[in-house]
């Protein structure tokens, strides 16, 4: 039984069945997207505050 929708069946040795491979792979992604975001915003702005010759907010 599929660990997410508690409905289907799952393949052997797997956690999700068919349907929710597909939806948990696109919601890592997504989730992987906006961390990259999010560390590429602090990115910038540790370059921002450098080019003023100010340290970097704390993190």
């Known amino acids: 039984m599929c660990i997410r929708c508690g409905e289907n069946e799952t393949p052997p040795d797997r ?3 068919v349907h929710c491979t597909f939806a948990v792979r696109a919601e890592v ?4 997207r906006k961390i990259a975001d999010y560390l590429s915003s602090w990115a910038a702005f540790d370059a921002w505050c450098a080019s003023r010759l100010r340290p970097a907010a704390a993190a």
């Open 15 to 17: 956690p999700y069945c």
């Open 29 to 32: 992604e997504d989730g992987l």
